[in-house]
């Protein structure tokens, strides 16, 4: 759309302020937040939330869950090799027995309660919004992201993923944008996210977020990012033929470094005013295809 910078555009931008992904040892490449093949566990959180989710499952629900599935899988041994036919040919005829009744009701109570109380904390830091420093509004569309950043002049810019003839040296297959989120580093960050079409789904799992973005309604959520960096998404919500390609790239820096960002993505992104109906070519390919496609 008009209000795009564009892959040169965009990839000038961070290279002004020596943010792009290059072999040489830049922020990207020191950085990067992404799954790895065969990786067992959550992927390496950047901020309190998901500190939180993480702790949640290795410190919680993995050794109760471990607990159970032994326990369970001991008393089925044990019932196949002793009370098999051949090894219990007359087999018991108690109906009632108070203790396991007493222990299987009141046992699963105590695991209950012991997950309720961390979860409920949990749950109280995703849900209350702490007081934000700056306000960012991500908006869904088929297939693509849009942000705006109402606390720093009101500029607006799309984010679209980059193609692989597109993508520089570094620069992850299917995640890499042309256009990242860019955040300063230890601030708490309100995201407000919506959609102008169908659902989608704003999800970065290094922040421990996932928000639906729904047409209509505005959902909001936060984040604080303690590490500089750059973080992957993406949209986690069915939402036509193309949703596989609606990736989300946060690159965090520092305060200083962000607010040179802020001066040169407002001469930039605010040098070509947006217009109801343009679309560059990139954005008409896209929905070409998805139409082609359906």
């Known amino acids: 759309m008009g209000r795009r910078l564009g892959v040169a555009g965009g990839a000038a931008l961070m290279a002004g302020l020596g943010l792009a992904a290059a072999t040489g040892g830049g922020l990207a490449q020191e950085t990067v937040n992404l799954p790895s093949n065969y990786q067992l ?50 087999p018991s005829r108690t109906t009632h027995n108070t ?93 407000q996210v919506t959609a102008d079409d169908v659902i989608h789904d704003w999800a970065v799992p290094a922040f421990g977020l996932k928000m639906d973005a729904i047409p209509g309604r505005l959902n909001e959520t936060w984040f604080k990012a303690d590490k500089a960096g750059t973080y992957y998404g993406m949209c986690s919500e ?18 200083a470094e962000f607010d040179r960002w802020v001066e040169q993505a407002q001469a930039e992104f605010a040098a070509v005013p947006h217009r109801e109906g343009d679309g560059d070519r990139r954005t008409a390919a896209v929905n070409e295809a998805g139409r082609q496609a359906n």
């Not at 309190?48 to 159970?68: A, Q, R, Y």
């Not at 193609?163 to 256009?179: S, T, Y």
């Open 41 to 90: 566990g959550l992927q390496d959180a950047a901020t309190p939330v998901m500190e939180g989710i993480t702790w949640m499952h290795d410190s919680v629900l993995l050794p109760i869950i471990t607990v159970i599935t032994l326990l369970v899988l001991g008393l089925l041994v044990i019932v196949m090799v002793r009370f098999n036919a051949r090894s219990n040919p007359t």
């Open 99 to 191: 203790t396991v009744e007493v222990l299987w009701t009141v046992v699963p109570i105590v695991i209950l309660i012991a997950i309720a109380i961390p979860s409920f904390k949990l749950l109280y830091l995703q849900r209350v919004l702490p007081e934000a420093d700056m306000t960012i509004k991500a908006v869904g569309h088929q297939w693509y992201w849009s942000y705006e950043y109402p606390d720093h002049g009101e500029f607006t810019f799309d984010s679209l993923m980059l193609e692989d003839d597109e993508r520089g040296a570094g620069q992850p297959r299917l995640f890499a944008v042309d256009n990242p989120v860019v955040v300063p580093q230890g601030q708490v960050i309100r995201v």
């Open 238 to 255: 069915l939402c036509g033929v193309r949703h596989a390609y609606m990736p989300i790239e946060v690159r965090v820096l520092a305060e």
